[in-house]
């Protein structure tokens, strides 16, 4: 997830006691016959859509992923996978147990979940999760508890499972131990093929969900040991490198590079750099694998269709949920996001106050230094003028388009980018202008969902499909 589970149940919480929603509405009206597919109330869905349960009984599920000879595998958060055989299926199989190296605890988990486009005749299972030790340890270390926060270091995995039939076949193959984890969130994000067969990971930046974090935090401080201070050493500003920092780790090499706050491209079978990656000249590997960084929680990623741009729900901090696109992440070049000297299109506050360095060199170096996100939208503000989900809230949970060709739903939605936030538990349309390209300015409310939403799909037959993490279930919408 995107949030700890207790800052979730706080917003549950809220809306149940009525607690007052400030909202200015963005964007301008739909119009034509967008303005005609737009629900008189956002928590109603579409005329013609209907919500439709299609898995339950699950233990907070976080991902779902569809085979083409009709199985789905289904991820939850504790560690396991299981198999359904078909949209129809009520009793699944356990296909893989992680939960001995799964560190299940408040965000962190099993997150990603992906098969290549070959399956099953290339028989792997690829997952990424925040792994129960440090980097470089041997789990379990901490068995899902954490007894004070920020003392739990922990890392982010990337491993594939061998799959025979139903059955795995022999151990986990890490691809990538990497990641390194202080806090109980911003950890592992998407694991996503792309048209060409790479492998896309996603990684949070590690550090603190609520406070101030560039390595001061914890006991020892720094735990991850980010320069200039060894771990247990004083992190001051302005030369302080830890915590969020992690995000601008590729500007100092000076020292190695982790993955924190980025998205990479790597071969499917090793995990290691692709000789076409932009940065592949470079003599770090994990610079060698960098396509994107400056990205502070990187949950969700999906590829709009024909092209090879990816688009990212980033997780935002005190005000704004981004949506950040990639163009070309193989010609480059590689963008700086600016978290977290950039919030949403501005300077973050809190981060600016604290003079760091990183932060101050890009801010002299002008706006053009960082990548504006695609979109982004405030947490006291509504998305679009006609929908009832603002709730002074926000945590953006997912990203999917829906075909340009064929499919169920109405010709409205060909080409469409869906994205949902799971603490408004809504579900948006932004309907596609010149090129192809997603318009901010036609953004449909498409309606609520049933529990909080962690994943946005697009399955069979084009239907968008969500998983609810705290429903216990897979749902589609159907267009009847």
């Not at 092209?307 to 590689?334: H, N, Y």
């Not at 080409?415 to 932004?430: E, I, N, P, S």
């Not at 037959?461 to 159907?478: E, K, P, Q």
Request: proline letters at 10%.
């Amino acid at each position: 997830m995107s949030r700890a589970f207790r800052r979730i149940l706080t917003a549950i919480v809220a809306v149940a006691l009525g607690v007052p929603v400030m909202a200015a509405p963005t964007g301008a009206a739909p119009t034509g016959a967008a303005a005609g597919r737009v629900p008189a109330d956002g928590s109603a869905l579409p005329p013609g859509f209907v919500d439709q349960t299609v898995f339950t009984g699950l233990v907070a599920p976080t991902a779902v992923a569809f085979s083409p000879d009709g199985r789905v595998f289904v991820a939850e958060k504790r560690g396991t996978i299981k198999i359904f055989h078909g949209l129809t299926d009520t009793t699944p199989i356990v296909f893989a147990d992680l939960s001995r190296n799964v560190y299940d605890y408040e965000d962190l988990g099993l997150i990603g979940l992906a098969l290549p486009a070959g399956f099953p005749r290339d028989p792997y299972v690829y997952v990424s999760y925040t792994y129960d030790a440090p980097i470089g340890g041997v789990a379990p270390v901490y068995n899902d508890t954490c007894p004070a926060l920020y003392n739990c270091l922990a890392s982010g995995r990337l491993s594939r499972l061998r799959i025979s039939g139903n059955t795995l076949v022999g151990s986990e193959q890490v691809l990538l131990n990497d990641w390194c984890q202080q806090s109980d969130t911003h950890s592992m994000g998407d694991v996503l093929f792309g048209p060409d067969g790479s492998l896309y990971v996603a990684g949070g930046d590690g550090a603190s969900g609520d406070a101030v974090d560039y390595g001061q935090l914890g006991h020892p401080t720094n735990p991850c040991g980010d320069p200039p201070a060894p771990v247990g050493g004083m992190m001051m500003p302005p030369t302080a490198q830890g915590g969020a920092l992690r995000s601008q780790d590729i500007r100092t090499p000076a020292d190695p590079t982790g993955l924190s706050g980025t998205v990479i491209r790597v071969n499917p079978p090793s995990g290691a750099p692709l000789p076409s990656n932009p940065l592949y000249g470079s003599r770090d590997r994990n610079v060698q694998r960098i396509v994107a960084y400056g990205l502070r929680n990187p949950f969700r990623l999906t590829f709009r269709p024909g092209t090879g741009e990816i688009w990212i729900a980033d997780v935002g901090f005190r005000t704004w949920e981004e949506i950040d696109r990639i163009v070309d992440p193989v010609a480059g070049p590689v963008h700086n996001y600016g978290w977290p000297c950039y919030e949403g299109m501005l300077r973050q506050p809190v981060y600016d106050a604290v003079n760091l360095s990183l932060c101050e060199s890009l801010y002299a170096a002008g706006p053009a230094a960082v990548t504006p996100p695609f979109y982004t939208y405030a947490h006291n503000q509504m998305i679009t003028p006609v929908d009832t989900c603002a709730a002074n809230r926000g945590a953006i949970g997912g990203l999917t388009f829906s075909p340009t060709t064929g499919g169920g739903y109405p010709a409205t939605y060909r080409g469409a980018l869906f994205f949902t936030d799971y603490l408004r538990t809504c579900v948006w349309a932004m309907l596609p202008g010149v090129g192809g390209v997603p318009d901010p300015t036609q953004i449909l409310a498409f309606g609520r969902t049933s529990g909080l939403p962690v994943q946005l799909v697009t399955g069979p037959g084009g239907d968008i499909y969500y998983v609810s993490i705290t429903g216990g279930a897979v749902h589609r919408f159907v267009y009847r």
